[in-house]
């Protein structure tokens, strides 16, 4: 922030936080996710923990060890609600990509935006084919077939 910048400002403070989400490592996240649990404004601590949550899975490499990682969070904020889930899917996400079984109830569970990033990421022949079937729209569950059957074509 500059000092010119209104701290009660929402917008403000949300690019403030986003910003330190952008450039801050996994050592600084304790003091992140502290700052983020104080905000008064809930839903905007959410979306930027979201941003958070991401950006670490992303960089993680196994769901242990985003399990690990999420755990202080998760004692934070509980085991509901969405930041929970976020994490959950996350973790099997990585689990579907590391070749471990697929969970056909978790991923007809699971949320449109995870159903949606296993079709754009998943290279498994099965965990497409299973997607295909148990995937929530019409469109997602087509894609999927299309997909499986492409690599199933292409010797995957």
Known sequence: MTPNDDPVDGHARFDQLS??????????????????????DRLMAES?????VDSRAEQLGSAAS???????????????????RRVREW???KALQSGASVDREALAAASNWLQ???????????VLTVLGEVAR???VRNLAKTRA?????AGR
Not at 48 to 52: A, G, K, M
């Open 66 to 84: 985003l399990t690990a990682w999420a755990e202080p969070l998760l004692e934070a904020v509980g085991d509901d609600g969405f930041i929970a």
């Open 19 to 40: 910003a330190a989400v952008r450039e801050s490592g996994p050592g600084d996240d304790p003091a992140l996710i502290a700052t983020l649990l104080a905000e008064p």
């Open 137 to 139: 729209t019409k469109r």
């Open 116 to 126: 949606r990033k296993v079709l754009e990421e998943a290279d498994s022949v099965v």
């Open 91 to 93: 973790g099997l996400f």
């Open 48 to 52: 930027v923990l979201t941003s958070l």
């Open 149 to 153: 059957g492409r690599l199933r074509s």
